[in-house]
């Protein structure tokens, strides 16, 4: 069946760090990942997303790298800042249809 | 921005009643879905909805679970007979197309008494 999971369920770093969360995902016919946020009390924002045809991809302050040999996906936070405190979902979307997510890790940016 | 909107942000019903989730998705989005969170868990899915049937749903959406859209705005989700286990934040979300990112609501907080 498919999963997604991420490496770690907790990340602490100080402000202005760079951040790097981990992802893995198992269903190899997914063609398409995206990252979200979400913060307390509120629903899944969308960060960044790649496209299987990509192994790169970058944004304002964060990069998406997509290895579809092992599998394994990773958001990069350039220069944390306390307003990225949330926690952090990657999800695969094989098909349309739905997106499957992983279990989140927390990102807690310490001042 | 245009943005996903639900009613209400919080319901509060008893075992058994049933409850009906309001969601109101991007105008000119054409796939919508349901998706569940169990307070501390992970976004699970629930159903996607796509020219006004359901396309896909995971085995947590069973019969007691309805999806509609009455009109041009709203997609609904109903439980009809509610559990103690349904209590979680539900949130819609809608997409333009099937194969692209999610615009999720700020979700409505269910508690099951």
């Known amino acids: 069946g498919e999963s997604v999971g991420l490496h770690l369920p907790t990340l602490s770093v100080q402000e202005g760090d760079n951040s790097i969360i981990n992802c893995a995902y198992s269903?190899?016919?997914?063609?398409?990942f995206i990252w979200y946020k979400q913060e307390s009390g509120k629903g899944p924002q969308f960060i960044i997303d790649?496209?299987?045809?990509?192994d790169k991809r970058q944004g304002q302050r964060v990069t998406v790298l997509l290895n579809k040999t092992v599998k394994h996906l990773s958001l990069q936070i350039a220069a944390t800042q306390p307003g990225d405190s949330a926690v952090y979902f990657c999800a695969e979307n094989p098909r349309a249809g739905k997106s499957t997510f992983g279990d989140g890790t927390t990102l807690t940016v310490k001042p | 921005e245009p943005e996903v909107t639900q009613t209400p942000s919080h319901q509060v019903t008893q075992m058994g009643q049933e409850v009906i989730l309001r969601c109101v998705p991007i105008s000119n989005h054409l796939y919508f879905y349901w998706y569940r969170q169990i307070l501390g868990q992970k976004v699970e899915f629930l159903v996607s909805?796509?020219?006004?049937?359901?396309?896909?749903k995971s085995e947590i959406f069973d019969d007691q679970f309805s999806v509609e859209r009455p009109d041009g705005s709203n997609f609904t989700l109903k439980i009809r007979s509610t559990k103690l286990e349904d209590s979680a934040m539900y949130f819609c979300a809608s997409a333009r197309q099937g194969n692209e990112k999610l615009f999720f609501g700020s979700g409505t907080q269910l508690s099951v008494l």
């Open positions: 909805f796509y020219n006004n049937e359901i396309s896909e």
């Open positions: 790649i496209r299987s045809n990509m």
């Open positions: 269903n190899s016919a997914s063609d398409y």
